[in-house]
């Protein structure tokens, strides 16, 4: 089991900025990926960026060229948010991807864009 905390959720104005950090209990060098995901009121989950152990990243269009994801050698990966929108509302949450030893989430941290 691996366990995902994360930090760094609010609330902010629309065109702000927010840092969401995920901190695993074990290392992440042998995760085939790290990613954030988010949930919406009413909508399913979807996928917000992922990071590979090489570096790879991959964005939801939504996101692309406002949000950047990163990650660390030992244990955390980063999620920087600019020019938050009010669309970009929901519960954030991290994920690790370690391939056939399994998939762990995180329990999420809400951001709320509003005015």
């Known amino acids: 089991q691996v366990r995902l905390v994360e930090s760094g959720g609010g609330l902010v104005q629309p065109g702000g900025s927010l840092r969401l950090s995920c901190a695993a209990s074990?290392?992440?060098?042998?995760?085939?990926?790290m990613g954030w995901y988010r949930q919406a009121p009413g909508k399913e989950r979807e996928l917000v960026a992922t990071?590979?152990?090489?570096?790879?990243t991959n964005y939801a269009d939504s996101v692309k060229g406002r949000f950047t994801i990163s990650r660390d050698t030992i244990n955390k990966v980063y999620l920087q948010m600019n020019s938050l929108k009010a669309e970009d509302t929901a519960v954030y949450y991290c994920?690790?991807?370690?391939?056939?030893?399994?998939?762990?989430w995180g329990q999420g941290t809400q951001v709320t864009v509003s005015s």
């Open positions: 990071v590979t152990n090489f570096g790879r």
């Open positions: 994920n690790a991807n370690y391939g056939a030893s399994g998939s762990f």
């Open positions: 074990r290392s992440i060098f042998s995760t085939n990926t």
